[in-house]
């Protein structure tokens, strides 16, 4: 497993990859580890573990539109839905296409909120030249069958963040 782990963090270029049973267990330990609670936004279109993985947190998953165009999330859209009880943002990269990170970013830092990323779809791809995997916090990959890269079953959680790797272990 460690030697796996170095394989991803020297292929998607990070500091900390760390391997998990699956994608949505993943997304759940990333987001104890975050702290999450309250309101989470997410896209009103993606795989039902993204939103399961709040729920079973007793964290209320608030869907907000897409892009049309990207059918990632809508900036204005999310922007729209932040509430007092919004802790983060789940973006999600869909079909190898990453969202628009430099912009929810933007918001997380403006409202205080944490950023993830669902990077289920993303596997090897990169934003502006830099890989996913380095962008927000943590994004979350899965190495289920059905994905580009796959162990058959598996997830891992990338992160450049010392201490959320350590919570995340």
């Known amino acids: ?27 759940e330990i990333a987001i104890r580890a975050l702290g999450l609670t309250g309101e989470v936004i997410v896209p009103s279109y993606t795989f039902v573990a993204t939103a399961h993985a709040l729920q079973w947190q007793e964290i209320t998953p608030v869907f907000a539109d ?20 919004t802790t983060g943002i789940i ?13 929810l970013q933007k918001l997380a830092d403006k409202y205080g909120l944490q950023l993830m990323f669902d990077a289920a779809h993303a596997f090897s791809c990169a934003y502006k030249g830099r890989m996913i995997g380095n962008f927000g916090r943590c994004e979350v990959f899965s190495f289920h069958a059905t994905k580009f890269f796959n162990t058959f079953e598996g997830g891992a959680v990338a992160t450049n963040d010392d201490e959320l790797a350590t919570q995340l272990r």
């Open 1 to 27: 497993v460690k030697e796996f782990e170095t394989e991803l963090e020297e292929h998607l270029q990070v500091k900390h990859c760390i391997a998990m049973c699956n994608g949505t267990i993943a997304l």
């Open 66 to 85: 897409i892009d049309p165009v990207t059918h990632t999330l809508d900036i204005e859209a999310v922007e729209r839905m932040i509430t007092p009880r």
């Open 91 to 103: 973006g999600v990269h869909l079909w190898g296409r990453p969202c628009n990170i430099d912009a």
